[in-house]
């Protein structure tokens, strides 16, 4: 299909081409300076890591296990998530409990270990939905940078404590790891 394009008759002022610029640099200047000070979520230069773009909803960043009132582990170690993961990065040991739980009743087993390799893992969500007890979440923190890949071998304590600082909750420090590692900083001062 043709397209008609219409001709642009220029004024005498827009032959000199000096007032396009000027039109052109005055909006610059504009959104600039709005940009120095007011900085809005629109802003098109986000100074990272001081300031982080806010992300959907139902996006999927790093996981976190869920943990019940009294700060013990929801996960009952059904192994349901590790068959889902199409990219076989979680690994589970369990063990045998037999607690009353308040919340949940009769519990007899829980993960001793539950390790997630971030590296693998292709944030498909896949887990959560299998999940019967609700117990993982995969939510909004996409800071995957490291300095070693161990770091991205993500153990029980990493995982229940990834959403500490931003859901003002305690870390959970009862839990014994395989080595330590550099804490993941909270989600915080996002723009907007
Ligand atoms: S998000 Fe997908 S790939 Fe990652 S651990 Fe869950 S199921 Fe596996
Ligand atoms: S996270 Fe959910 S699916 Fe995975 S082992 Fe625990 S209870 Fe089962």
Redesign the pocket.
Request: aromatic fraction near 6%; glycine fraction near 6%.
């Given at each position: 299909m043709s397209v008609v394009v219409k001709k642009v008759d220029l004024t005498w002022l827009d032959r000199t081409y000096l007032w396009p610029i000027a039109k052109g640099l005055t909006i610059t200047l504009k959104h600039f300076l709005k940009q120095v000070f007011k900085p809005t979520p629109k802003r098109l230069t986000v100074q990272y890591p001081e300031m982080k773009r806010p992300v959907l909803d139902g996006y999927?960043g790093l996981?976190e296990l869920k943990r019940n009132e009294d700060n013990s582990i929801k996960c009952v170690a059904c192994f349901m998530?590790a068959e889902?993961?199409?990219?076989r990065?979680?690994t589970i040991e369990a063990e045998e409990i037999g607690d009353i739980n308040t919340q949940q009743g009769l519990l007899e087993k829980r993960p001793a270990s539950f390790q997630?390799d971030a590296l693998r893992?292709?944030?498909?969500?896949?887990?959560?939905e299998a999940c019967p007890k609700d117990a993982i979440w995969?939510r909004k923190n996409y800071e995957l940078s490291c300095r070693s890949r161990f770091e991205m071998q993500l153990d029980k304590y990493d995982l229940m404590n990834t959403y500490a600082g931003d859901d003002g909750r305690e870390r959970v420090e009862h839990i014994e790891r395989a080595a330590p590692k550099p804490e993941r900083q909270p989600l915080s001062n996002q723009l907007g």
């Open positions: 999927r996981h998530c889902a993961c199409p990219a990065c979680i997630i893992c292709i944030f498909c969500g896949m887990c959560q995969l």
